[in-house]
């Protein structure tokens, strides 16, 4: 089973130009893999986040195994154009 949504550079430039409008900026995304969680191809090219330093958060199985995955949760920080570094995010998560 596969997925694959792309924001095309209309969206993005929407996106941006409204974050702008409201005095903010996109810095992190969230995205989910039906298998495994890893940085695609179409993910390091083709991000939401363009802000180096910004995080993508990848989350497996379409999340269907919610926080008790958290463990499978993969973390990348875009260094530049296309270069996302895997990240050790050490972080506890509380369920409240």
């Not at 802000?51 to 875009?78: M, N």
Request: charged share 20%.
């Amino acid at each position: 089973m596969g997925l694959l949504v792309v924001v095309d550079s209309d969206g993005l430039f929407e996106i941006n130009k409204t974050l702008n409008d409201l005095g903010q900026i996109l810095a992190a995304q969230v995205h989910t893999h039906p298998g495994e969680a890893y940085h695609s191809e179409t993910d390091d090219h083709q991000p939401i986040v363009t802000l180096v330093g910004g995080l993508s958060l990848v989350i497996p199985f379409f999340a269907q195994r919610g926080l008790e995955a958290w463990d499978d949760f993969r973390w990348y920080r875009l260094e530049g154009y296309a270069d996302w570094r895997a990240i050790d995010a050490d972080v506890e998560v509380i369920v409240v």
